[in-house]
């Protein structure tokens, strides 16, 4: 199972939003709903910050959101806060080969 | 509280096997889809094989199809990952993880996770 792709690194300032992007095929994100996203804070366990495209969980912030357009998946986040500061994996259903999920490659929210 | 805590990590030589095990609380057990995650030192996450609510479907990831096999105890409210054949690309954090919503299946996001237990596999 290949890996979904994201930006190594985003970054931006204190109030400020930023998109995140994962990109995949038609194997997955193309053609399933089944993207989430994960926040990881060094040394912790990775948190899901939005399920099926576009859901939060409850009690994440609605300054996250997620949504896709054809084979990419976006991650935004809104008024960025120094807490934000993280690690972020997208994923997804794939039904390449044997069905199965696959991560994307990560990418790194600093906050200048 | 909805808890998950792995145990059964360690050092272990290439070739060798181990039993990791995930204790669940806080939710009832046999509703949800488990999976289990890991991630090899300063990598990603990979994801490793989930299993259904009842236990009666696995699925695996292509990296370790015929070394692995996941299964449940539910009424020990248990998870548990046999590893054997174990290999330095092997050597990672693996995390168990609840699926978000009730049902069969385990893609539709992961909502607890647990902290981890650490395999290391090395002569």
């Known amino acids: 199972q290949s890996a979904l792709t994201q930006p190594a690194s985003v970054s931006g300032s204190p109030g400020q939003s930023i998109t995140i992007s994962c990109s995949g095929t038609?194997?997955?994100?193309?053609?399933?709903?089944?993207v989430s996203w994960y926040q990881q804070h060094p040394g912790k366990a990775p948190k899901l910050m939005i399920y099926e495209v576009s859901n939060r969980p409850s009690g994440v912030s609605d300054r996250f959101s997620g949504s896709k357009s054809g084979n990419t998946a976006s991650l935004t986040i809104s008024g960025l806060q120094a807490e934000d500061e993280a690690d972020y994996f997208c994923?997804?259903?794939?039904?390449?080969?044997?069905?199965?999920?696959?991560f994307g490659t990560g990418t790194t929210v600093s906050v200048l | 509280e909805l808890r998950l805590l792995e145990s059964g990590g360690g050092l272990v030589q290439p070739g060798g096997s181990l039993r990791l095990s995930c204790a669940a609380s806080?939710?009832?057990?046999?509703?949800?889809?488990m999976t289990w995650v890991r991630q090899a030192p300063g990598k990603g996450l990979e994801w490793v094989s989930a299993i259904s609510g009842s236990g009666a479907t696995t699925y695996y990831a292509d990296s370790v199809e015929g070394r692995f096999t996941i299964s449940r105890d539910n009424p020990q409210n248990t998870l548990h990952l046999q590893m054997n054949s174990l290999s330095g690309e092997d050597t990672a954090v693996y995390y168990c993880a609840k699926a978000q919503g009730p049902g069969p299946y385990y893609y539709n996001g992961m909502d607890v996770w647990g902290q981890g237990t650490t395999v290391t596999v090395s002569s």
């Open positions: 994923s997804s259903y794939t039904s390449k080969n044997t069905p199965s999920y696959v």
């Open positions: 806080g939710f009832i057990f046999s509703n949800y889809a």
């Open positions: 038609n194997d997955d994100i193309g053609d399933y709903k089944y």
